[in-house]
């Protein structure tokens, strides 16, 4: 009964999102994920950290991305990550191609990433493989835990 009024054309919702993202390029606003994959700008790379008893470690996935060209910076208790992942795709093929979803981040990228107090930011050690890019950065001697002997006075 219902059927022929819930039949759109084809091309009617690619439509709403292409005036979608054109009202969020004329207005500034903050560019939404395009799928439940994928990141809002500014997340990226995404970052796992941990501690242990001598270090705080980050993971920065960032595949794609030439380790000559990130930059690591320390700044008042700031770790900073900044670096550029490139299209694998030219600019001609981008031309030809009507895009309708875009889950891989490409371009320039900064992340900024707050540290806690007792870090020792003159050691900082980053190593980069397959992608993942490792920042060890270790606790100052003077607030690890230590074990202090007791004397028994007689």
């Given amino acids: 009964m219902f059927s022929s009024s819930m039949q759109f054309p084809n091309n009617l919702l690619s439509e709403f999102g292409?005036?979608?993202?054109q009202f969020e390029q004329f207005f500034g606003v903050v560019e939404s994920p395009s799928s439940i994959r994928a990141v809002r700008r500014g997340t990226f790379p995404s970052v796992n950290m941990g501690t242990t008893d001598d270090a705080i470690e980050i993971y920065a996935l960032a595949p794609g991305v030439d380790a000559s060209k990130l930059e690591l910076t320390v700044d008042k208790g700031l770790l900073i990550?900044?670096?550029?992942?490139?299209?694998?795709v030219s600019a001609d093929e981008q031309n030809k191609l009507s895009i309708y979803a875009r889950e891989r981040f490409d371009g320039a990228f900064k992340r900024v990433i707050s540290l806690p107090e007792d870090v020792d930011s003159e050691?900082?050690?980053?190593?980069?493989?397959?992608?993942?890019?490792?920042?060890?950065?270790?606790?100052?001697?003077?607030?690890?835990?230590?074990?202090?002997?007791?004397?028994?006075?007689?």
């Fill in 123 to 154: 050691n900082v050690n980053a190593t980069y493989k397959n992608g993942v890019l490792r920042v060890v950065i270790p606790k100052r001697e003077s607030t690890k835990p230590r074990r202090i002997e007791v004397h028994n006075v007689i």
């Fill in 81 to 88: 990550i900044a670096g550029e992942r490139k299209n694998p």
């Fill in 18 to 21: 292409d005036i979608q993202r």
